[in-house]
T-cell receptor, first 114, second 115 residues
Framework: GDSVTQMEGPVTLSEEAFLTINCTYTATGYPSLFWYVQYPGEGLQLLLKATKADDKGSNKGFEATYRKETTSFHLEKGSVQVSDSAVYFC?????????????FGAGTRLFVKA | DGGITQSPKYLFRKEGQNVTLSCEQNLNHDAMYWYRQDPGQGLRLIYYSQIVNDFQKGDIAEGYSVSREKKESFPLTVTSAQKNPTAFYLCASNGGSNRAGQPQHFGDGTRLSIL
């Protein structure tokens, strides 16, 4: 079945460091891919998305490129801030006969130190 | 501003008691979802509804029930049959013609604990 695998956390970085959070997926068909962010005590917020191969999603300095050949959607940011500390979820959504399904990765917690 | 409102933020359940979590959206979305989140884990789908008066079981529906009598409302009842209900519950919605390509909008969650 469809699945999403993301790197285990926590990831701890100093402010202004480069961030990469790896995400790979397994899916039949052509899924849409998403990154969501969750701050403590809150729900998830969409960070960025890509709906087809080679699309690059970007928002607030974060980027991720939909790589069909490697089935990956890695999240990157060139210079993290303390305010980026949160849990990041990779997700895929694929259309099935009669509906569709969204599958979330286990989440990666990021700590950014000042 | 449009969004999803979940209430209450914190809820406590006694043994043998049913409790209901509220979820209201004013985004005019057709589809609504309930997820359960346990510490250090991803989201697991409990129930979902793609249209009023219709809903389907997700991956972990046992011990839960829902209704969808109005487009904007999708309450979740945690029944006494759910033996391990302590978790963070998230409600979400999305809409649009290509729903698989549309992100889900989330509420701020309800944290349920056993007394």
């Amino acid at each position: 079945g469809d699945s999403v695998t993301q790197m285990e956390g926590p990831v701890t970085l100093s402010e202004e460091a480069f961030l990469t959070i790896n995400c790979t997926y397994t899916a039949t068909g052509y899924p849409s891919l998403f990154w969501y962010v969750q701050y403590p005590g809150e729900g998830l917020q969409l960070l960025l998305k890509a709906t087809k191969a080679d699309d690059k999603g970007s928002n607030k300095g974060f980027e991720a490129t939909y790589r069909k050949e490697t089935t990956s959607f890695h999240l990157e940011k060139g210079s993290v801030q303390v305010s980026d500390s949160a849990v990041y979820f990779c997700a895929l959504s694929s259309t099935l006969p009669g509906g569709f399904k969204t599958i979330f990765g286990a989440g990666t917690r990021l700590f950014v130190k000042a | 501003d449009g969004g999803i409102t979940q209430s209450p933020k914190y809820l406590f359940r006694k043994e043998g008691q049913n409790v209901t979590l509220s979820c209201e959206q004013n985004l005019n979305h057709d589809a609504m979802y309930w997820y359960r989140q346990d510490p250090g884990q991803g989201l697991r789908l409990i129930y979902y509804s793609q249209i009023v008066n219709d809903f389907q079981k997700g991956d972990i529906a046992e011990g839960y029930s829902v209704s969808r009598e109005k487009k904007e409302s999708f309450p979740l009842t945690v029944t006494s049959a759910q033996k391990n209900p302590t978790a963070f519950y998230l409600c979400a919605s999305n809409g649009g013609s290509n729903r698989a390509g549309q992100p889900q909008h989330f509420g701020d969650g309800t944290r349920l604990s056993i007394l």
